[in-house]
């Protein structure tokens, strides 16, 4: 079992990574001295539900807690306000008072939702994050949690740190191949803001950790994590450090948006990004080289680095567009200057991220 | 002008009370540095918009602010996930960004929906109060916002406290005489749980307070806003003192659920309510002549304390009932020692206040 702390002051909180750990819950809650007096509500999806939820509930139950369940449809469009209204009526209905606990078990998506629940419930209750997905390494630290608004994606939402989470690597070995390569492209993102070694470690075992091998999976999960982790605690409300984060989202989010949500998904769309960033960063000084290595590690990932050609450049460009500065013909942007080593850099020229937009859609 | 600080670490802020202070709207924003490159949110409603939304536009404008504003439906139902989302959908229309501010000018039900908003747009912006009712004195201390779910008040939200209070008395020239009465039962609630002489000096004032005396009233909330604020300071989370602000609120919350919302007003509720209160705080060896005097004082300030004969006595109970720890038998209420003293009592016996609910029916 590995262990990351999340260091935010009195909000602090240990991410436990290891295999077979669901069957344990009801002591994980038990050591963090969950209230058994009042319901706990397990918020999952379809997907998930089917093969861990008994699991969960079961150790729960024997560890004396009473159980209530929301089971929510997969994908995005459960991070909408009726989904989430529906998951209140459940935590109503099922009687959760300020004493009471929500977990989240599941994707990001899930993640989000119950977290935003958790937040807001009664002015916020406790919070545990149970991720099934690679991608869930990235949103269950960090504490952000959010819906969507139907003109803009994690629009709704609050900070809200979770007591603890609670990784089991076993319940990877469901989750689909594509969805497994998506979160990789998080993985490596850790890397290449912030440590050129776990960059490489990630190319080197880029097979290893496509087929979810646990020892190696274990170790990726922890060292992004771990970074994730850092950049939080120093600036748990994304006042500057934290933007380093969006590597690579400022073109995915565009992406995603133009193609319709679902049709690339959200680490592919970043994977993208990424080769856009790095395509700036080469144009403006960065190290010889970064955009082949960038696009290396991802393709050995799994990971698509070319923008499909249907994908209208002017729509991509609108799409990133409600951000105001861009307006005014500049914007800020993630850029690396080399592997492992990012800067915030807030005047990058709208005609450079046109063209950079363009020749990702070159094949190589 | 009165200038009432509360202490919360960094969370503090001030409120501002005094005449024609909406008109100053712009100054206020520039002393508290709130960012002109941002657009600025007013939320208001359809009563509140006509005679005063124009004065802080003009204020704001005036000063370099950019202005969107949201108008709302008056009353309890403008507290729903629709109408939330409908603002959310002004805000992220009208540019909106993590820089931004909102407003509320308003009663407390627009504080406690712009508040929201404020609270999980982006994760948090900030937000001022700018009360217009005289119940808007407590709503606007504290930093509980929220919205209503159907089967339940209040039930989402956050705290988050505002960057500053601007009270302008002036505005409460127009509010309607029920609503100005209502108010008064929170001010004098503040007396009754803290301040026996200020709870007397309501009592003394009560025909200058409910013909808002400019001089009275400015004092009087002045007053009820220390309080709260001292509350509120010592126990920012309600994990224990915070509650005495509850006085009357369970039985009042029953009468307003049953009696259906608006038929009783929330301040006249409270007051019946604090009246049942009273009577369990005499069952239970307080004062004599405690419910006597804060029947008095009630009435004094036009306020009812008899529980209309049509409110089945079982549905109210019933009301009351979603609190669990009532199932069992006994539940948590504010209960009166003497004007000015309260305690925190966890095992008031349900047959008691079944019983108190009968007698608050009597004529007296
Ligand atoms: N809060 C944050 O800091 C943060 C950071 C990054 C991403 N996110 C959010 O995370 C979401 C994406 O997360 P995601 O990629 O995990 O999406 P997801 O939760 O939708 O999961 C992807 C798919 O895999 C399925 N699945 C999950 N675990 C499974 C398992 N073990 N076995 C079988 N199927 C499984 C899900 O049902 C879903 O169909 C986005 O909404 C994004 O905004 C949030
Ligand atoms: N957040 C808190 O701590 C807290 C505390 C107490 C009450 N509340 C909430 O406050 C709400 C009740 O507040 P309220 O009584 O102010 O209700 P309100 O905002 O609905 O105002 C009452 C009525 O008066 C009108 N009005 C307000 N100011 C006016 C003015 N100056 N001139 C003319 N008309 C005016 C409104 O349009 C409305 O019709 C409830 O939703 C309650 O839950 C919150
Ligand atoms: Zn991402
Ligand atoms: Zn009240």
């Not at 009473?66 to 995005?76: F, K, M």
């Not at 290595?293 to 209208?312: F, I, K, W």
């Not at 799409?319 to 500049?330: I, L, P, T, W, Y």
Request: include cysteine.
């Amino acid at each position: 079992m590995r262990t990351v702390d999340v260091q935010l002051g009195e909000r602090s909180y240990p991410i436990y990574i290891g295999e077979d750990l669901l069957q344990q819950a009801g002591n994980y809650l038990d050591n963090h001295h969950i209230s058994k007096q009042s319901p706990v509500l397990i918020v999952t999806d379809e997907h998930v539900a089917d093969p861990y939820l008994n699991i969960v509930e079961q150790s729960l139950t024997a560890s004396g807690f009473t159980v209530v369940t929301a089971i929510v449809g997969a994908g995005e469009q459960s991070k909408s306000m009726s989904v989430f209204e529906e998951v209140m009526t459940k935590a109503i209905q099922g009687g959760l008072d300020r004493k009471s606990t929500v977990i989240a078990l599941g994707g990001g998506v899930v993640g989000d939702l119950a977290g935003f629940v958790a937040g807001s419930y009664m002015r916020g209750i406790r919070f545990i994050q149970m991720p099934t997905s690679v991608l869930a390494h990235d949103s269950s630290v960090g504490g952000k949690v959010a819906i969507n608004h139907r003109l803009a994606k994690n629009m709704i939402g609050v900070f809200h740190q979770p007591e603890f989470v609670l990784y089991d690597l076993t319940t990877l070995q469901t989750l689909p191949k594509r969805e497994i390569n998506a979160g990789l492209a998080e993985m490596v993102k850790h890397g290449l803001i912030w440590d050129k070694e776990f960059a490489y470690w990630c190319l080197e075992h880029a097979e290893e950790l496509k087929s979810v091998d646990m020892t190696v999976m274990g170790y990726g999960l922890e060292k992004g994590c771990s970074i994730k982790a850092i950049v939080v605690s120093r600036d748990e409300r994304e006042n500057d450090l934290r933007a380093i984060l969006n590597l690579g989202h400022t073109i995915g989010h565009a992406i995603e948006a133009v193609a319709g949500y679902g049709e690339i998904i959200h680490g592919e769309a970043i994977s993208i990004g990424m080769v856009g960033s790095a395509l700036i960063g080469e144009q403006l000084g960065g190290e010889p080289g970064l955009v082949d290595t960038t696009r290396r590690m991802l393709t050995a990932l799994g990971l698509p680095t070319v923008l499909p050609e249907r994908l209208d450049t002017d729509r991509i460009m609108e799409a990133m567009m409600h951000d105001k500065k861009f307006q005014e013909g500049s914007m800020t942007f993630i850029v690396p200057k080399s592997i492992g080593v990012v800067e915030i850099n807030h005047n990058v020229d709208y005609d450079l991220v046109r063209r950079v937009v363009e020749q990702l859609k070159e094949e190589v």
